[in-house]
C-alpha cells in the first residue's frame, strides 16, 4: 500500500482514486464491504454511487475545500449501507499524478435514527397523517406555488360531527379506531399529490393541489358520503356525518393562518346546516 500509509491501518473503509476515476489502492476494511474491488478498475464499477460525485468533489478540492459527503453503498451482501466520506488531495512523488482519497464511516444507524426523530416530529401517532405543525409548512409551500404558478388550491377543513358523544358513550379505543378508519378512507379516495394532515381531536386538513372549489366540494362530498356509508361507530346503523369548509388559495386567502382560519368559518357555518356537509 504505498499511497494508503496509515489510512490502511485504520478500521474504516479507505481507498484512493486517481482523476481518470481508476480505484488506485484500498485497505482491508474496503474490501470487506466491496469485495469485488480490484486495483486500477474503474471506482463507477466497485462503488457507482460515489462515482457519480468525482466530478463535484474534483471541483470542491481544487477550490481549497475538504469536502465531506453522506454516500449510499450496496454492499457485497446486497446491504444497503450509508456512509460519512472525507475526501483528501495527495500527491504522487514517483509520477506528479494527483489522486484522492477517501476515508467512509458507516453511519447507516445514525442516519435512519435521525430519519425517524424526523418523522415522529411531523407524523400523527394515531393516524399515521402529518400533525398540525408539519400540515401549515406544507399550507404555506403550497400558496406559494400556486402563486407562482397562477393555479389554485383548496384547503379543506373536516370536523366529525358529535364525535365527543362517541367517545363519552363507547370509550375513546373507539374514537381513535373511528379517526384511524378516516384517515384511510381520505387517503384512499384522494390523489397522491394531495396533503392530508390531522389538525387534532375530530379535526382533518386536506391540501388540494391544483383544485378549486368547485371541484374540491364535488370530491370532498364523494368523500362524505363515503364515510356516511362506511366508517360506522359499534352499535349504529350508520356511518359519521362531518362538517366541511373550504378556502381556496391564493383567491380567497394567502397567508397559512388566513387559510385555516377562512376554512374554520366555513366548517362551522356548515355545522349550522345539517346534511350539507359543505361550506365554502
Not at 39 to 46: C, G, K, T, V
Not at 249 to 265: C, G, I, N, R, Y
Amino acid at each position: 500500500m504505498r499511497h494508503l500509509g496509515i489510512l490502511g491501518t485504520i478500521d474504516d473503509p479507505a481507498f484512493i482514486v486517481n482523476y481518470s476515476g481508476q480505484l488506485v489502492e484500498s485497505n482491508r476494511a474496503f474490501s470487506n464491504i466491496l469485495d469485488h474491488a480490484t486495483p486500477l478498475q474503474p471506482i463507477s464499477q466497485a462503488w457507482p454511487e460515489i462515482s457519480e460525485l468525482l466530478e463535484s468533489t474534483r471541483i470542491s478540492i481544487n477550490s481549497g475545500s475538504q469536502p465531506r459527503i453522506d454516500v449510499n453503498a450496496t454492499t457485497s451482501d446486497h446491504r444497503k449501507l450509508v456512509f460519512d466520506v472525507r475526501v483528501f488531495k495527495i500527491q504522487d512523488d514517483s509520477n506528479a499524478d494527483e489522486l484522492l482519497a477517501f476515508i467512509a464511516r458507516d453511519v447507516t444507524a445514525e442516519r435512519l435514527s435521525a430519519t425517524n426523530m424526523e418523522l415522529k416530529a411531523t407524523i400523527d401517532s394515531l393516524t399515521n397523517t402529518y400533525n398540525r405543525g408539519q400540515l401549515e409548512v406544507l399550507v404555506t409551500q403550497a400558496i406559494r406555488s400556486a402563486q407562482r404558478r397562477k393555479t389554485p388550491g383548496t384547503f379543506v377543513f373536516i370536523d366529525i360531527d358529535k364525535f365527543k358523544e362517541i367517545n363519552d358513550s363507547l370509550g375513546h379505543s373507539e374514537g381513535d379506531r373511528i379517526l384511524q378508519e378516516t384517515a384511510e378512507l381520505l387517503r384512499k379516495n384522494l390523489r397522491t399529490s394531495d396533503v392530508i394532515g390531522r389538525l387534532g381531536g375530530d379535526e382533518f386538513g386536506l391540501i388540494l393541489i391544483d383544485a378549486n372549489k368547485s371541484a374540491a366540494a364535488i370530491k370532498i362530498q364523494q368523500i362524505a358520503n363515503e364515510l356516511k356509508r362506511t366508517v360506522v361507530p359499534s352499535g349504529s346503523a350508520t356511518g359519521i356525518d362531518v362538517s366541511i369548509g373550504l378556502a381556496e388559495f391564493p383567491t380567497d386567502a394567502h397567508q397559512v393562518a388566513s387559510v385555516l382560519a377562512h376554512a374554520d368559518s366555513a366548517m362551522y357555518r356548515a355545522k349550522l346546516h345539517p346534511g350539507r356537509h359543505i361550506e365554502p
